[in-house]
T-cell receptor
Framework: GAVVSQHPSRVICKSGTSVKIECRSLDFQATTMFWYRQFPKQSLMLMAT?????????EQGVEKDKFLINHASLTLSTLTVTSAHPEDSSFYIC??????????FGSGTRLTVV | DAKTTQPPSMDCAEGRAANLPCNHSTISGNEYVYWYRQIHSQGPQYIIHGLKNNETNEMASLIITEDRKSSTLILPHATLRDTAVYYCIVRALLYGGSQGNLIFGKGTKLSVKP
């Protein structure tokens, strides 16, 4: 079946530094990838949608200059949290789809900013 | 996409069937019903989806009412590993070009007890 690999699974960084999270579709071409954020005891909140070779579309309230998304190939999308602060600490999850019929999710990245 | 309503939590005895309801009274004719689940600190896992006919796979069965305004996900023999948050999502399929996203509600927290 479709597999999405997300790395790293956990990361701790100092306030003010940047962190890059990778999301790879291993056995299919992901025409569209999505990035979600999930705070404790809350549901997933969509941050942005990216299509290969195009600029990402950000949801209202998500700072595009802070959360940089690159979808340079059909199998890789990256999310870079720039100048991270403690309030950016969260669980970040990517999702990918080839046909729009089924969406496969990565295992998530736990970001802690200290 | 149509909104869904699910009970916040449910309990189920191990080995018994777990029946998780979902109301989607404003569903449109071209919208599918998707079920995903999220085990603690992991990415969501696809379970099943359907349009109007009942569906069954190795994980679960999906029963959709004739008027399509509600559905029930059935886990026939729940195990402790089925303890998770279950999300019911409705959305239309988009063909060609970029694909739409999945919007998550609060879901149902299913606790399977020994």
């Amino acid at each position: 079946g479709a597999v999405v690999s997300q790395h790293p699974s956990r990361v701790i960084c100092k306030s003010g530094t940047s962190v890059k999270i990778e999301c790879r579709s291993l056995d299919f071409q992901a025409t569209t990838m999505f990035w979600y954020r999930q705070f404790p005891k809350q549901s997933l909140m969509l941050m942005a949608t990216s299509n290969e070779g195009s600029k990402a579309t950000y949801e209202q309230g998500v700072e595009k200059d802070k959360f940089l998304i690159n979808h340079a190939s059909l199998t890789l999308s990256t999310l870079t949290v720039t100048s991270a602060h403690p309030e950016d600490s969260s669980f970040y999850i990517c999702s990918a789809t080839e046909t729009g019929r089924r969406y496969t999710f990565g295992s998530g990245t736990r970001l802690t900013v200290v | 996409d149509a909104k869904t309503t699910q009970p916040p939590s449910m309990d189920c005895a191990e080995g018994r069937a777990a029946n998780l309801p979902c109301n989607h009274s404003t569903i449109s004719g071209n919208e599918y019903v998707y079920w995903y689940r999220q085990i603690h600190s992991q990415g969501p896992q696809y379970i099943i989806h359907g349009l109007k006919n009942n569906e069954t796979n190795e994980m679960a069965s999906l029963i959709i009412t004739e008027d399509r305004k509600s559905s029930t996900l059935i886990l026939p023999h729940a195990t402790l590993r089925d303890t998770a948050v279950y999300y019911c999502i409705v959305r239309a399929l988009l063909y060609g070009g970029s694909q739409g996203n999945l919007i998550f509600g609060k879901g149902t927290k299913l606790s399977v007890k020994p």
